[in-house]
């Protein structure tokens, strides 16, 4: 009998959080898991059904599904004597006030604290939000992002005369490319005729980079692992302001650009540095603009280097972090918990 997954979430199923943390481990695991769909999209909302909870061996709440709005319905899934789990890859009580979830926080944040406290089990992407949410609930799993096989498609490193320089990232993204946008203009120009610089979904500011490609960005996370591979970066940047919020995020942008034959450079905080070998599988540097700029210029110099990184980070990727070679994780963690066991 497969394990029966009443799943609640706001995601929209086709953006990353919702794809990636649940519903393509859900396809990759096929017959072993049915999904039953606990908040189904209507017109601008949700209609949320608790009638399938007598179905469940498990009920999986996502993000901020808990809010005011839901206080009730969350009371009648606890109710119903199922193992809940909550699962969520960012540390929303750590949300700056120029998030655009900042605002919206303050009603919804102690609805998810109470969840995260009755839960069965949560799980999470990294360490250092396992170690966040253990303050509330000592039973934390962590269940890292793993890109699912059938939407990244591997690309091999580009071969151009010109090394085109891209950062893929959300608008949320404009503060942690902010503080380097001058050094980095003034690369721009040196580097013309060398590199070119490519914006995936945050733009810059437009008089900073006047003849970078700006590409809008897709929401639809089938669509965005479908065109990043195929843009022909041979270098993607990955900035991070230091803060509480962007420590507990997820090494994801380096499994992208990895698969996708790109060459990374990343902020040296705790997504990246836990997962990335300096000088083997990427390039960590500090928060120092100037630092950035020498980084990016040494990997255009260098061409067999930027290939190396890009090949030994692509190998690291396929074999680790790929959903074929992890998915067992979720259903290990999930059958746990429905079996009613906490460790």
């Known amino acids: ?24 481990p859900v396809r990759a695991l096929g017959r072993s898991v049915r999904l039953l769909q606990g908040a189904i999209p209507r017109g601008p909302g949700h209609a949320v059904a608790t009638d399938i909870l007598a179905q469940a061996d498990l009920v999986l709440i996502q993000r901020y599904f808990p809010c005011p709005q ?21 540390d929303f009580a750590a949300i700056g006030p120029d998030h655009p ?18 839960a069965h089990l949560v799980t999470v992407s990294t360490p250092v939000l396992a170690a966040v949410l253990a303050e509330e609930n000592p039973t934390v799993r962590v269940l890292p992002n793993l890109l699912p096989d059938a ?9 151009r005369p010109i090394v085109a320089i891209g950062m893929a990232a959300t608008a949320t993204h404009h503060g942690d490319l902010a503080p380097l946008e001058n050094v980095l203009s003034r690369l721009a120009g040196s580097l013309a005729g060398k ?17 970078a490609s700006i590409i809008p960005f897709a929401p639809d996370y089938p669509a965005y692992a479908a065109r990043l591979p ?13 803060t509480a919020f962007n420590r507990a995020k997820s090494p994801i942008k380096w499994l992208e650009y990895a698969v996708s034959g790109i060459c990374g450079i990343f902020a040296d905080l705790p997504p990246y540095r836990d997962v990335v070998v300096p000088e083997e ?11 950035w700029a020498e980084a990016i210029s040494r990997l255009v110099a260098d061409t067999a280097l930027r290939r190396r990184i890009a090949a030994r980070a692509f190998e690291t990727v396929a074999a680790k972090h790929m959903l074929s070679t992890g998915v067992g994780r979720y259903l290990d963690a999930w059958n746990t918990a429905a079996q009613g066991d906490r460790s």
Not at 4 to 24: G, K, N
Not at 70 to 90: C, H, M, N, R, S
Not at 151 to 159: E, Q, Y
Request: glycine share 6%.
């Open 70 to 90: 839901t206080a009730q319905v969350l009371e009648t899934i606890f109710a119903a004597g199922k193992p809940v789990v909550y699962d969520t890859d960012d």
């Open 101 to 118: 979830f900042h605002a919206r926080m303050a009603d919804i944040l102690p609805h998810i604290r109470r969840t995260v406290r009755r």
């Open 230 to 242: 195929r843009l022909g970066w041979g270098i993607g940047l990955a900035p991070l302001a230091d």
């Open 195 to 211: 590199a070119r610089f490519a914006f995936y979904g945050c733009p810059p500011t437009p008089e900073a980079f006047p003849r």
């Open 281 to 291: 599988t990427g390039l960590l540097v500090g928060p120092e603009p100037a630092a």
């Open 151 to 159: 939407l990244w498609h591997p690309a091999p490193p580009p071969s």
């Open 1 to 24: 009998m497969p394990l029966t997954i009443a799943f609640y979430s706001f995601e929209d199923p086709a953006y990353a959080c919702a794809r990636l943390r649940v519903l393509e």
